[in-house]
């Protein structure tokens, strides 16, 4: 007996890494034929196309948060390297970007909402929370909090996330911005000894900012100890290709494992509406980066990167690979992450309030 349920133990064991080893598996080789054809972002973009077209066919997919955190981290710890005394010298002229940022979140996240509105059956709990451009953990505990329906406000940012990540790139290309050309022979060499000493201090970054509750903690934790240790002369090290192209994997096997275990119906409804939130967010950005392109010189690439709600890790990550200005990304999008978190429960209550957020649809007949 004992001979039987240690086998069957082992047996579910194996089971459950099943899907883990599919995602992983599936993200591997969707990232092989990306880099094969020359694609940008091969690993990030490959292994997002390749798990959700294996979540839509049905397919059981997972990547757990217990991986995907670290690679989080190790993202934020190699994105705090590019904060050096060069990278911020011109930082005050950042000022007149992150004072439209408040605008810019009010906007997008009333748009949406309305848009959710209009061509969805969401409840308007659900359509407020979906809407929001930003904090998507937050956004789906609050949205739990007070009733709304925690998996469809989930899968609309999820579905968001996947049409923005992967037009983000080939945009960049269309707007005539060329990523910088990649060496033939990739350097797969790397400083152990400062690799470790990052991890340390990414640690107990992300300890002090689970501390001080900062929002993102995972990610921003690390990258506040990587850049207090790069502008302090403490360390210095460069991305290692290798931790980067695995960051990339799993992290884009995660977006596409979102959508797997969903109803195939709901799947399809969702993706459209993530389709055209991404849309309207796309216009809406563009429209404020031409203004501030004209206005202050930065580019229209780096700004659509630094304000597009396409996942903080995500565009910090695109825009390290496409070799722009990762610490002005991160830090207009480490002011977005904030704002919506600071501003989402006292709007959602204001709006309730005066009447504004709308009434349920009526329930179907049975």
Known sequence: MAKATSTARRLLGRLAWAPIAAALGLGTLGGAVFAALGLPLPWLL?????TTAASLGGLALRVPEGLRRPMIAVLGAMLGTTFTPERLEGALGWLPTLSALPLY??????VIFLYLRRFSDMDPTSAFFAATPGGLSEMIALSDRLGGDQRRVSLVHGARLLFIVFTIPFL???FGYAPPARAAALD?????VGILVLAAIAAIGYLLARRLRLPAATFV????????????????????????????????????????GAPVALIGQTLLLGAGAAVIMLLITLSFGGALDLLTGHSLVLLLLAFIPGGFTEMSLIALAMGLDPAFVVTHHSLRVFLVVLIALP?????KRTGRLGRSPPAPPS
């Open 46 to 50: 490959g292994a997002l196309a390749a």
């Open 105 to 110: 979140v009010l906007l997008v996240g009333g």
């Open 172 to 174: 960049a290309r269309l």
């Open 188 to 192: 797969l060499s790397f400083d152990p």
């Open 221 to 260: 934790g690390p990258l506040l100890g990587s850049a207090v240790a790069h502008l302090a002369g403490w360390i210095e090290i460069t991305p290692p290709y290798l931790l980067m192209a695995l960051a990339q994997l799993v992290i884009g096997s995660s977006v596409g494992a979102r959508f797997s």
């Open 347 to 351: 709007a959602y209550s204001w709006m």
